[in-house]
């Protein structure tokens, strides 16, 4: 059974020759560059070279001897643009915290302030204010919040939305087309498509880490807060956000075609660690009727089945998920309170495709035993493996700390009981 036979399998709730495996083929499911340098050591690859594809995070681009040899049944079709509006092009030499040498986009503009932190600018553009830092001796960036006075009367959600999202350029759309055709002619992978327009409310785009000088309500705490206080003004954002990207799912459905298995629509965090973020009423008046909608145009226009990635506790929407239309939850962060692995597939499982919740990165594979680890995935994949409708991956990505014999022992475990005769 090939890889995309496998995953189309497991996506449709039918049970194929072993759990397909994801490593990289999306922002949420990936490795970051330093644990990813030991990891190829690890493995004695010696060829390729390190690229940080996504330098929000410092995720590592998965490279084709890497995905073989641990047996990765997915690959994601990416936008050639970074999260801070440059494109990933002219790859340039790049030295981590740690002496660990990758390459990074030409593009990439950064400065080292006199405390040892470092600074990137919106599009690379060193006239702008720096959007983002990442901390002396850290590992990814944080957004630097660029909240201007609030003047109430002149907060304009169309300017915002403008400012944050664009239509997809012909170029754009040439460069998706070539790249879904040569990954869907040439090999045998499974396709995931990195579109996240239904992200509306996405923390990590609210500061604006693309713009040179974003407008409007920016800071991720007063955002919360607007949803509330600010309701029409939050509302209207998100209504001209699916005008905008209905346009763009159109586009990116006719430059993709039916080669994709798997849609990434939304990346909006709904839970916390313990409880919901916002509270669930807020979410069907707000959210989901947008949500319904672009799943609707997805399943009525296209095979693909769409992706959901929010972190946390997510109990108390998960009907409200299934009746919007997602197919496919991540990262399944089973150790958020609530989130039983057995209560999740014994309740959800006819639902949803669990893709995520092998390894719990907070804490097992962190902190844990390589034995301890070995444990947790050989039972998760187990319990969610079941009948099919899992796709293993960690619960996020694999942070830059992670004890490499820990990480060995993930992959090794998973290797044994990714067969159903063992799962």
Not at 347 to 361: A, E, R, S
Request: with cysteine; aromatic share 14%.
């Amino acid at each position: 059974m090939t890889s995309r036979e496998r995953v189309r399998m497991a996506i449709n709730h039918e049970q194929p020759d072993r759990v397909p495996l994801d490593l990289g083929s999306t922002q949420v499911t990936g490795i970051q560059a330093l644990i990813y340098s030991r990891l190829k050591e690890a493995l004695s690859i010696k060829s390729g070279e390190i690229r940080v594809f996504e330098p929000f995070q410092m995720l590592a681009e998965v490279e084709e001897e890497v995905r073989k040899t641990l047996g990765v049944d997915t690959v994601g079709i990416q936008f050639p643009q970074t999260m801070f509006g440059y494109p990933n092009t002219d790859w340039k030499p790049f030295t981590m915290f740690d002496g660990t040498e990758v390459l990074i986009s030409g593009c990439f503009e950064y400065d080292i302030l006199p405390n040892g932190d470092l600074v990137q600018y919106p599009g690379g553009d060193r006239n702008a204010p720096p959007s983002a830092r990442m901390p002396q001796g850290g590992y990814y960036f944080d957004n630097i919040i660029r909240q201007e006075p609030i003047d109430e009367a002149s907060l304009d959600p169309k300017e915002w939305v403008e400012q944050t999202y664009d239509l997809y350029s012909d170029e754009d759309l040439k460069f998706l087309e070539d790249t879904v055709k040569y990954y869907y002619d040439n090999t045998e992978y499974s396709l995931v498509g990195n579109f996240w327009g239904a992200g509306f409310g996405d923390i990590a785009f609210v500061p604006g880490p693309h713009i040179k000088r974003p407008k409007g309500i920016r800071d991720p705490e007063e955002w919360l807060i607007s949803l509330i206080t600010r309701k029409s003004y939050i509302q209207d954002i998100f209504n001209y956000q699916y005008e905008l990207q209905i346009k763009n799912l159109n586009m990116y459905r006719d430059a993709l075609g039916d080669r994709l298995d798997v849609i990434v629509m939304s990346g909006t965090d709904f839970g916390t660690q313990h409880a919901p973020f916002i509270a669930p009423d807020t979410y069907r008046e707000m959210f989901k009727p947008l949500h319904k909608d672009m799943n609707d145009w997805v399943h009525q226009h296209t095979p693909w089945k769409t992706f959901i990635h929010t972190c946390g506790s997510i109990i108390e929407f998960l009907d409200d998920f299934a009746e919007a239309g997602f197919d496919i939850l991540n990262p399944v962060q089973i150790s958020a309170s609530g989130m039983d692995p057995e209560f999740l597939k014994k309740n959800y499982g006819d639902k949803f495709v669990f893709w995520g919740g092998g390894v719990d990165t907070q804490k097992t594979l962190a902190f844990g035993s390589p034995d301890d680890v070995r444990r947790e995935v050989e039972e998760n994949t187990k319990i969610f493996g079941r009948d099919g409708g899992f796709v293993f991956n960690t619960i996020h990505n694999i942070q830059a700390t992670v004890p490499l014999e820990n990480l060995l022992a993930m992959f090794e475990s998973f290797s044994d009981k990714r067969s159903y005769n063992h799962a």
